[in-house]
Nanobody, 119 residues
């Protein structure tokens, strides 16, 4: 069983910065092979914006590459996302996700946190 608890997010003007954190509660944290951040804007499909694998391999969606940074702190069992140079189109509900396999869709998800970027 994996429980993900998110914090951070909020409202910011375009060009601003926000941070998201996701604490992972699991007896098998070290067995999690993939963790990611997803977002879903109103009326749009869910999009994975960043993924980090247990070996440190990182991938980003083209829409956020160069602006968002995903990282994890294995000692604290925490996943982070730094969002820089935010744009109004980044406005969405953001979710952290994790799984013991690196499937396209990861099974365990956090409760979600809203990010709103005004122009």
């Amino acid at each position: 069983q994996v429980d993900l608890r998110q914090s951070g997010g909020g409202s910011v003007q375009a060009g601003g910065t926000l941070s998201l954190s996701c604490v992972v509660f699991s007896h098998n944290y070290k067995s999690l092979l993939c963790m990611s951040w997803l977002r879903q804007a109103r009326g749009k499909e869910r999009e994975e914006v960043a993924r980090i694998e247990s070996d440190g391999t990182i991938t980003y969606a083209d829409s956020v590459k160069g602006r968002f940074t995903i990282s994890k702190d294995d000692a604290k069992e925490r996943l982070d996302l730094e969002l820089n140079s935010l744009k109004p189109e980044d406005t969405a509900m953001y979710y952290c996700a994790a799984d013991f396999r690196c499937y396209d869709s990861l099974e365990y998800r956090g409760q979600g946190t809203q990010v709103t970027v005004s122009s």
